[in-house]
C-alpha cells in the first residue's frame, strides 16, 4: 500500500506522517511526502503510484490547489482514495467536485485523521484485486475497467480489447495481460481470452458472447476452458 501526503508545509506534513504510522498496517516504508509541485509534475508525466493520497487544498503561490490536483487523482488514478487535511473549510464545498472518502481539519487531525485512514484502508481493501487494468498505448496509459472487458484478442503484435464502451488496443502480450485480470477471464485459444460474464453459450469447439461474437476454443485449451467454465457456473449456481 502506497501513501502520498502531499503538503506545502513540511512541518504539517510530518505531523500528518507521525499520526498515520500509529493507525494499523501503515509502515513508514508506506509514506512518502511530496511538495505540490512534486506532485503535479509527477502527474503530469504519469509517474506517480498512490493508493492513499493525504491532500492538503490550499497552496502558497501556486497556480494550482488540492482540489486541482485531486481531479488529476481521480482522472489518472481512479482506485486511488484521497482524504482532504486542511486547516480552513473554505473549500469545502468544492472537494464535493471530487471523487474523496474523508475531509479532516489539520486542528482535529490527531483524533479524525486515524478514523479517515481506516475508512480509506478498508476502501482499498474491499476492491477487487485488479478492478481496473492500467495499460500502455503509444507512451500513453489507459485505464479499463475489467466489469467492461468482454473480450480481448491477439492480432499479430497488437491485443484488441473489445469492451462496452468500445475497442482498445496495446502492444503488450496478451499472457501478460491475463496476469492482470481477475477469476472471470477465460483463455480458450492461443489468441484469446473471454470474460465469463458475457458468455452466452459454450459449444464443444466455440463460444458466443452475449453480444453475438463466435470465440474458437483452440484444442490446446479445449479440456482446461471447459472445466474453468464448469467451474464458474457451479460457483454462480
Request: hydrophobic share 35%; proline share 2%.
Amino acid at each position: 500500500m502506497k501513501i502520498i501526503i502531499c503538503d506545502d508545509e513540511r512541518m504539517d506534513a510530518e505531523r500528518a506522517k507521525t499520526i498515520l504510522l500509529s493507525c494499523k498496517c501503515v509502515q513508514e516504508e508506506d509514506i512518502t511526502i511530496l511538495t505540490p509541485q512534486e506532485m503535479h509534475l509527477g502527474l503530469e508525466v504519469q509517474d506517480i503510484k498512490c493508493d492513499i493520497a493525504i491532500m492538503d487544498i490550499e497552496y502558497e503561490n501556486r497556480q494550482f490547489n488540492g482540489i486541482t490536483l485531486s481531479k488529476e487523482l481521480n482522472k489518472k488514478l481512479p482506485l486511488c482514495q484521497i482524504i482532504y487535511l486542511t486547516w480552513v473549510l473554505e473549500f469545502a464545498p468544492e472537494v464535493y467536485d471530487t471523487i474523496h472518502c474523508y475531509f479532516v481539519l489539520k486542528q482535529n487531525e490527531e483524533k479524525m485523521l486515524p478514523r479517515a485512514m481506516e475508512k480509506a484502508i478498508q476502501i482499498y481493501c474491499d476492491q477487487e484485486d485488479h478492478e481496473i487494468i492500467e495499460l500502455r498505448n503509444h507512451g500513453k496509459m489507459m485505464y479499463i475497467r475489467q466489469a467492461d472487458i468482454i473480450y480481448a484478442e491477439r492480432q499479430d503484435r497488437i491485443v484488441q480489447i473489445h469492451t462496452t464502451q468500445g475497442t482498445y488496443q496495446c502492444y503488450q502480450s496478451l499472457t501478460r495481460i491475463m496476469k492482470l485480470l481477475g477469476r472471470n477471464f477465460l483463455r480458450c485459444h492461443g489468441g484469446y481470452v473471454v470474460n465469463y460474464n458475457y458468455i452466452d453459450t459454450v459449444m464443444r469447439e466455440s463460444v458466443i458472447l452475449s453480444n453475438g461474437t463466435e470465440i474458437p476454443i483452440g484444442r490446446t485449451y479445449r479440456t482446461s476452458f471447459h472445466e474453468q467454465y464448469m467451474r464458474m457456473v457451479e460457483q454462480h449456481v
